[in-house]
């Protein structure tokens, strides 16, 4: 008799093929939860005032809680008050004459507009962070020796770390008498108004278009925003409806991505923006505040005070954060992003404790997930490892987890046989979110694992290099 083909089956398959068969498998696996995010985000379309909504009550919150943050947003002279809930609009809320056709200006919540142009015009190859801003601003656009100026970059200008400073008369004014030496660049934090502003000059210089031209080129036809920039003394100062402002923190939650159009396309940066920028405040990013780190200064003084920023929002929140309480509030992990407009009891630059007192409110309402708060706390309920983003990627990738409480944290990358590549972070972490950059430009194409170890509980993911 002669005997039938063999079927091939994992069973006829050696040993190695077999491991890297299901390594493969595993690795695509983990890919799936990618496309499910971005597949459960709702944009609303470019045009007309079509927004879907869902109710508080079918995500299982606290309906209850809804007219007593009311209450407070009303008492704090709130304008409008719109919360998303993966695009969605949850909760919205407009208080006297203000309707959701009605403008107000987003003071220096704007500057996080300015952060996206930036990276827009960096990804077009207009311009970089390491570029010194004497190239686009001329020498002589401060009162600093030479050498001290050359040495400042747009990236200072993104950071608040200049080093010019800010005790000066008008820290508005973008003249070079009111732009003195204070600091070397890089080694002072400072939330300083006026090298920021001069970011409008540099966006301008480097695409050869106003910022009103290329905000609306490059943003508003993506994303449906509406708005302008308008001067107000020194400053460019951004105005628009709560819904434009909404609609720009949905794109920030979606990675710089509108729907399927790429608005920022450029993963590095936008991780950068909403990551520690420096060590000096940890919880400032490019322009943007950061929640969940170790410590915290504010505008107008030197103190570094330990702690988050808000201890009673989300550790992944990240926020744009302007004078009166104009507030963009995103929270990647869970697919919530919040802003309020208006006037505030306080003068504040940046009112975070009004920040503060809306989570609190909203903490009544929303229920604690594994990947959020419970109570007025920040910690985390459990060790998370997230999947690396991009996925697959070339050549480098962010890898974030999260930590219950603080820990000596060592991350390494394996090959598909188990044999280790090599250590690339490790040293104690506080509790809370952390993300790490990986280069992969030394390595080969193919599947690797990226081991997480904290001594009391560790965690492995897939990733894919390509080549």
Not at 50 to 70: F, K, M, Q, Y
Not at 390 to 417: C, K, M, Q, W
């Amino acid at each position: 008799m002669t005997p039938r083909p063999m079927t091939p089956t994992m069973t006829h398959i050696c040993p190695a093929m077999q491991r890297y068969a299901l390594l493969l498998l595993i690795a695509i696996a983990n890919l799936v939860p990618l496309r499910s995010r971005a597949q459960q985000l709702y944009f609303p379309p470019l045009v007309g005032s079509t927004w879907e909504t869902v109710s508080p009550a079918s995500l299982g919150w606290n309906v209850g809680a809804i007219d007593t943050l009311r209450t407070f947003l009303g008492d704090q002279n709130t304008r409008a008050f719109i919360l998303l809930k993966d695009g969605r609009i949850a909760i919205e809320m407009y208080f006297g004459t203000f309707t959701k056709d009605s403008a107000w200006y987003w003071a220096s919540a704007g500057k996080t507009l300015t952060s996206v142009m930036i990276g827009v015009a960096q990804r077009e190859g207009l311009l970089s962070l390491s570029d010194t801003s004497s190239r686009w601003l001329g020498t002589g656009w401060t009162s600093e020796p030479p050498e001290k100026e050359r040495a400042i970059t747009i990236r200072h200008q993104l950071t608040m770390t200049s080093g010019l400073d800010d005790g000066v008369g008008d820290p508005y004014c973008t003249e070079a008498p009111c732009l003195v030496y204070k600091a070397d660049a890089g080694t002072r934090w400072a939330y300083h108004n006026g090298p920021y502003t001069l970011l409008d000059s540099v966006l301008r210089a480097a695409t050869g278009m106003t910022i009103n031209s290329y905000f609306t080129s490059r943003i508003a036809v993506k994303t449906g925003m509406t708005g302008l920039f308008f001067r107000q003394g020194y400053n460019n100062v951004f105005a628009s409806t709560a819904r434009s402002m909404a609609r720009f923190g949905l794109l920030v939650l979606n990675r710089g991505v509108w729907g399927t159009t790429s608005v920022l396309d450029d993963t590095a940066y936008v991780q950068a923006m909403s990551s520690s920028s420096q060590q000096i405040n940890p919880s400032y990013g490019y322009l943007w505040w950061l929640n969940g780190k170790s410590s915290y200064m504010i505008p107008q003084t030197q103190i570094s005070f330990p702690g988050p920023l808000n201890p009673s929002a989300p550790a992944s929140m990240f926020a744009a954060l302007g004078k009166n309480g104009q507030f963009i509030d995103v929270v990647p992990g869970q697919n919530i992003v919040f802003v309020r407009m208006g006037d505030a009891p306080d003068n504040a630059l940046v009112p975070f404790m009004m920040n503060e007192d809306i989570w609190k409110h909203l903490n009544r309402i929303i229920p604690p997930t594994s990947t959020g708060v419970e109570g007025d706390g920040t910690v985390p309920r459990a060790f998370l490892v997230h999947q690396n983003y991009p996925n697959p990627f070339n050549p480098s990738t962010t890898i974030g987890y999260v930590l219950p409480r603080p820990a000596e944290v060592v991350v390494t990358v394996h090959d598909v046989l188990g044999r280790d590549i090599g250590r690339i972070d490790e040293g104690w972490r506080d509790a809370g979110e952390h993300v790490i950059r990986f280069d992969a430009s030394a390595l080969a194409g193919g599947v690797y694992f990226y081991r997480i170890d904290t001594g009391w509980s560790s965690g492995t993911k897939a990733m894919v290099v390509l080549r």
